[in-house]
């Protein structure tokens, strides 16, 4: 889950870190059902909650529980390198609003608006 959407409530780790601490011991299918999700986007979620440490994991393979710790999930996009390089570099040249027009066929052609 590279790209986590983020809605009114926070990210769907977040979602999905709530929702087990208000039911501890869930099965994954148990999470996509309560939140409407694909059962395998539940478990990858699960599974990356569960690295990150902000979920631990009973059971073996088809009885596996989750219960969350008090790790709340962090948000890490945005924390790249090349992100954070790339912010920096534009850093004195705030955002006004409009992007630079570019065609699309020469798009290989131009970098930062100037001819390559």
Same mark, same amino acid.
């Given at each position: ?9 926070? %990210?769907? !780790?977040?979602?999905?870190? =709530?929702?087990?601490?208000?039911? $501890?011991?869930? #099965?994954?299918?148990?999470? /996509?059902? /309560? !939140? %409407?999700?694909?059962?395998?986007? *539940?478990? !990858? *979620? !699960?599974? @990356? ?5 902000? *979920?631990?994991? &009973?059971?073996? &393979? ?5 219960? /969350? @710790? +008090?790790?709340? $999930? ?5 924390? *790249?390198?090349? %992100? ?7 850093? /004195? #040249? $705030?955002? &006004? ?5 570019? =065609?699309?066929? =020469?798009?290989?052609?131009?970098? +930062?608006?100037?001819? @390559?």
């Amino acid at each position: 889950m590279s790209g986590h959407p983020r809605g009114r409530y926070g %990210t769907q !780790l977040e979602r999905i870190w =709530r929702w087990l601490r208000k039911h $501890p011991a869930a #099965a994954p299918r148990e999470v /996509a059902v /309560a !939140l %409407t999700l694909h059962p395998k986007l *539940a478990s !990858l *979620a !699960l599974c @990356t909650l569960r690295r990150r440490g902000s *979920a631990k994991c &009973t059971g073996r &393979t088809n009885a596996v529980r989750y219960t /969350a @710790t +008090n790790l709340r $999930p962090s948000d890490l996009r945005g924390t *790249a390198p090349s %992100t954070l390089r790339n912010m920096k570099q534009h850093q /004195a #040249a $705030p955002f &006004t609003g409009t992007s630079p027009k570019v =065609r699309r066929d =020469r798009l290989g052609q131009y970098r +930062n608006g100037e001819k @390559t």
